[in-house]
């Protein structure tokens, strides 16, 4: 006998300072107590953003005035497969209230607080833990010149660094790897390898980022906290999902100075491709800091950079 399966619209309520809303569940419903991303159940004739919009003025009083899609998570319950559309709620007009007896807390992806949480959201936290921009490192022949650039970025905030120096030495590139995460994990940001798991292992590197040509070969996850994806169609984000994949990057989004006259997605595309994705998906190519905005209007997590991360 199959369970039925119940289509959620859930709400990331984001603050400006970065912290975002959970609430309890309250004691009439089922888990009572567990903590939870806002939001309720897709009636029938609606769409997953206007269930958003009436639940959030139905639970919590406020109205929606700017929500974006992000993710698409699915969860076994003894009794249901519940669907959760998220939503990344930015604005909003009103105070949240507990209309439905529940509390509140405001709550950072490194440092929740709050205990239990409802187990369908576990993957959320993580995927809220991925910083907006990726910076893909651009050292080439002269890591010298390359170095104080890196310094920049770090201390300007950036989180999250791809190390893809394909031309260097094997020798070369290891030192570099292990200078790059140095200096990284002194400020708190994160370090992933360009195709290398070998490597990220033996640098103490945070993950490795696979490329599309791994991923049709590939039936095992790399062994690694942080494993994201090179995806440029549909098959190869399935493969990354099939893989458990932290996250994919969607590329290329627009026409880049390195392949003139390549086809790209261009954003409706993307949108389409990304869709309902159970992971976040970054978008890559031919993109600046200024297009963050625009990448999250169309379902991206966010950007990734190389040439723009640096300047």
């Known amino acids: 006998m199959s369970i039925p399966v119940i289509r959620v619209a859930a709400a990331v309520i984001t603050r ?18 567990y903590w939870e991303f806002p939001g309720g159940k897709i009636e029938p004739g609606e769409t997953a953003h206007q269930a958003l919009v009436r639940e959030l003025d139905e639970e919590l009083g406020i109205h929606v005035t700017h929500a974006t899609p992000w993710i698409t998570r ?12 998220f939503f990344r709620v930015s604005s909003w007009e009103g105070d ?33 833990r991925l910083p907006a921009l990726m910076g893909i490192t651009q050292a080439g022949d002269d890591i010298d010149a390359f170095l104080p650039k890196l310094d920049r970025a770090l201390a300007q905030g950036l989180k999250l660094i791809q190390v893809r120096e394909k ?3 094997a020798s070369i590139l290891v030192d570099f790897t292990k200078t790059v995460i140095n200096r990284a994990h002194a400020v708190g940001a994160r370090v992933i390898v360009n195709a290398d798991a070998a490597l990220a292992l033996h640098t103490g590197a945070d993950g490795v980022q696979l490329t599309s040509e791994q991923l049709n070969s590939l039936h095992v996850r790399p062994d690694l906290p942080l494993v994201g994806a090179s995806c440029h169609n549909a098959d190869e984000l399935d493969r990354a999902e099939r893989l458990d994949c932290n996250y994919a990057l969607l590329s290329p989004v627009l026409p880049t100075a390195s392949h003139p006259g390549a086809a790209s997605l261009g954003w409706t595309q993307f949108s389409e491709l990304t869709a309902d994705r159970t992971m976040p998906v970054y978008a890559l190519g031919g993109l600046t800091a200024e297009n963050l905005d625009l990448a999250r209007e169309y ?11 640096w300047q």
């Open 96 to 128: 949240p209230q507990p209309r439905e007896g529940q509390t509140f807390s405001w709550q950072q992806a490194e440092n929740i607080n709050v205990t239990p949480l409802l187990p369908a959201n576990a993957p959320i936290i993580n995927a809220l």
């Open 167 to 169: 031309q260097l030495p």
């Open 74 to 85: 699915r969860h076994n319950y003894s009794t249901a497969q519940v669907v959760l559309s």
């Open 16 to 33: 400006p300072d970065g912290y975002f809303l959970l609430a309890s569940r309250p004691t009439d419903k089922s888990y009572p107590g």
């Open 299 to 309: 379902g991206s997590h966010g950007i990734a950079l190389l040439r723009g991360a």
